[in-house]
């Protein structure tokens, strides 16, 4: 786990995401997810290139359900980009860092 990275549960989601005063990058993950592994040390790489003016969190879908049903989310991972409490951009499945970099910078 990392020191940049944000971990939230359905309880605590509307104010760490939907109330935060930056954008926020969610990461929708599972402990069994090989993909959501591989792209933890990309995000933990743009959390501390984006420190304070993005701010990256995790959801464990495993452990809070209520949340990824919310969202609709059918595949994992998936990123989504949250702006004033609203879903700004999605990528399902795991990408690049000049891919997710762009979709970060439309928001931020």
Known sequence: MSENITHVKDSDFDTQVLQSDTPVLLDFWAEWCGPCKSIAPMLDDVAKEYAGRLKVVKINIDENQKTPLTYGVRGIPTLMM??????????IGAVGKSQLTQMIDKVV
């Open 82 to 91: 949250f702006k004033g409490g609203k879903v700004e951009a999605t990528q």
